[in-house]
């Protein structure tokens, strides 16, 4: 037993300077606790047992054995330190209650105190009487007493809210009520030290976090300086590289959309693995990589091997004291990338970004040391730290680096994430609307419409021809092409010297053959007579002939409209053939639809059916129409079969209407099922392969 008597005593200086000392692992320290109490107190056994989780809202709190003291062999090196992680020590699966003396008497006593959460002294004879020592009357037979505390968590002002966190009981030999009232005042103080291990863990994460935010912010800053993702990532590395004091630092990237990056989703507890590899972006004072380098495939092994472990990776590995789970890592790809140089550490740090969806890895951090920078726990903790608070900076700057495309993509999963859920967010997605397709293909109906070529032609229209052969002799002023003209109105003349030439000649034959059959009757000669009367029939017949040629000579409008066609300026004094064509005079007061309908479509087309008409000039202009006529005659043309429906305009009419223009019609048929109509053709189709 140490001598604890005064407080200048060397064992009570050394009881303080072990429970004051900083111990990041939380159990380590209640060992500690544990073997102190132990060995002040004189105690033939000490007992830890933890609170189980969720039970301090429970009447009755669970209380768990962990470990006892004096130690067993092995537990603890000739330093006195601890062989094995404090989490493996106190472990209760591993722990044999069977080691704790009275275990049933301890174990009710632990659990009385763990509600309670004070210290109180029980009578191994009467374990039921916790806190009748003083004042009982009844006497101890066997001689032995348990002491047990409470080990709080949390500061001061949050104990008394919080459940206890562990209890330590203590095994004592009888002695008077003084004394045991001493070693209970000796146990409530040095218990209080817990306190102080918990103020020197919220002043060491607070100034771990206050050093992870400078680093962050420093490095954050220097990024926003730059544009696009890969400068940003190599500012990064080279930024990083110099804070730290280390050899190298390289950042790579997991593959593909953010959606398939790997991570934990909300109410998972394990990491779901949808992308397994690790792309090399940048290496700090590097301006060009070549990934198939034999040192860039290293390095991106050693960052998938941090990827598939979900934690950071640092060789050598620390201590299992140190820290029990860097000490449990896979490092054979670090072993690999470090096997050139045995003075460099390598540490690789996973790049986690938490958003609604979960807890997602977005690349790997891994840094190179072989001089000054240190690559220990307390450095890995700190790089961490801050890593965390950069990983969204890079995830979002690698994000507006994508096209349009992508980006637009991933804001509508995470929209669509929202109202179905985080999980397959877009299978959920295409189930619904492959449902509401379907429903709205069967169930949905609209008026079948039918299209077809179309233009636009004149109600009214003449074609003027050149009536004999004969040279073009003028063409009347103003008469042009887009010439408003009246019926009846001189167009043009034909050069009639030639006809009236002939027309002389045939009167003369004519003269002739009359004074011969006149001759003839007179010498009473019938036959002469009756031959001269034929030739002068033949000659009156020519006259006529030329005579009506030299009235159409001149040419003029059939009908009221507009020239269309009859640029004849450069015909003057040509010689027009008989049927040649030289205007086309059309009224367009009166402009009618002509379609072209498949023959496949034409039994849905019946006279009186309404449309719309998009001409080709204008295809947002929609005129209504209405079916006046069906020609019953196919036209074959361009390995179709169709026939011409004649439509009329119905309402206003454009001034650009003309004869000549082309576009589409869209008719109103029967009332469908959006599935009939989209798989009408393909039906039909079938049916004349197969005979259906």
């Not at 006046?628 to 650009?656: D, K, M």
């Amino acid at each position: 037993m140490n001598d604890v008597s005064t407080l200048k005593s060397p064992g009570w200086q050394r009881v303080v300077a072990d429970l004051s000392a900083l111990v990041p692992d939380d159990r380590v320290f209640l060992l500690r606790l544990m073997s102190t109490l132990g060995m002040v107190t004189g105690a033939r056994q000490a007992a830890l047992f933890l609170v189980a989780p969720g039970s301090g809202e429970q009447q009755t709190v669970e209380v768990k054995p962990a470990q006892v003291w004096p130690f067993a062999q092995g537990m603890v090196d000739p330093q006195g330190r601890l062989t094995q992680p404090g989490d493996v020590l106190t472990d209760p699966t591993r722990f044999d209650a069977n080691l704790i003396d009275k275990s049933r008497e301890v174990t009710t006593a632990a659990r009385t105190v763990a509600t309670n959460k004070n210290v109180q002294i029980f009578s191994l004879d009467q374990p039921a009487t916790a806190g009748q020592f003083y004042g009982g009357d009844q006497q101890n037979q066997s001689g032995l007493y348990v002491i047990a505390a409470a080990v709080m968590q949390g500061l001061p002002h949050e104990s008394a809210q919080l459940p206890a966190r562990a209890v330590i009981t203590l095994q004592v030999e009888s002695r008077n009520k003084q004394a045991l009232a001493n070693l209970v005042a000796l146990v409530e103080v040095l218990t209080g030290y817990v306190f102080a291990h918990e103020a020197q863990q919220a002043l060491r994460r607070t100034r771990q976090s206050s050093a992870a935010l400078d680093l962050a912010a420093r490095l954050i800053a220097s990024m926003n300086a730059t544009v696009g993702f890969r400068a940003c990532s190599m500012q990064f590395v080279n930024d990083l590289c110099r804070q730290l004091s280390v050899d190298r630092v390289a950042l790579g990237w997991v593959p593909g959309t953010p959606a398939k990056w790997p991570g934990r989703r909300v109410g998972e507890a394990r990491l779901t693995q949808t992308a397994t590899s690790v792309h090399l972006k940048a290496m700090s004072d590097t301006e060009h990589l070549d990934r198939r380098m034999e040192m860039c495939r290293k390095i991106e092994n050693a960052m998938e091997e941090c990827l598939d472990q979900e934690q950071p990776v640092l060789f050598p590995a620390p201590s299992a004291v140190s820290d029990p789970i860097l000490a449990n890592t896979i490092t054979h790809a670090h072993r690999d990338l470090a096997r050139n140089d045995a003075n460099l550490r390598v540490a690789s740090f996973p790049l986690r970004v938490v958003d609604t969806q979960g807890e997602k890895i977005a690349g790997i951090v891994l840094i190179e040391s072989a001089g000054q920078g240190k690559l220990d726990p307390a450095a890995a903790e700190l790089v961490q730290a801050t890593l965390d608070l950069v990983a969204p900076v890079l995830a979002v700057r690698a994000s507006d680096d994508r096209n349009l495309g992508l980006r637009t993509y991933d804001s509508a999963v995470r929209a669509a994430a929202w109202a179905v859920g985080p999980k397959h967010t877009v299978w959920k997605v295409a189930g619904i609307a492959l449902m509401l397709a379907t429903a709205v293909l069967f169930l949905g109906r609209t008026t079948y419409r039918i299209g077809a070529p179309m233009d636009l032609r004149a109600e009214t229209q003449r074609i003027i021809s050149a009536p004999v052969n004969a040279p073009l002799l003028s063409v009347a002023a103003g008469i042009d092409e887009g010439v408003k003209v009246t019926q009846g109105q001189t167009l043009a003349m034909l050069d009639t010297q030639e006809l009236r030439v002939n027309l002389q000649q045939s009167v003369a034959e004519f003269s002739l053959a009359e004074k011969q059959a006149d001759d003839g009757l007179r010498k009473g000669d019938a036959g002469a007579a009756a031959q001269a009367r034929a030739k002068a029939d033949q000659a009156k017949a020519k006259m006529d002939m030329l005579q009506l040629q030299i009235e159409r000579s001149t040419l003029t409008a059939p009908i009221t409209g507009t020239i269309i066609r009859g640029d004849l300026r450069d015909k003057l004094g040509a010689t027009l053939k008989m049927g040649d064509e030289m205007f086309i005079v059309a009224d367009l007061s009166t402009i009618t639809v002509r379609a072209k309908v498949d023959d496949r479509d034409i039994s849905f087309i019946r006279v009186g059916q309404t449309g719309e008409v998009s001409p080709k000039s204008n295809p947002s202009l929609k005129i209504p129409i209405k079916v006046r006529q069906i020609v019953p005659l196919a036209q074959a043309a361009e390995g179709s079969n169709t026939f011409e429906v004649r439509c009329e305009l119905i309402g206003e009419q454009q001034p650009w209407f003309l004869p000549g223009l082309e576009g589409q019609i869209k008719l109103n048929t029967e009332t469908k099922s959006f599935a009939w109509i989209a798989s009408r053709r393909i039906v039909d189709q079938l049916r004349v392969w197969l005979w259906w």
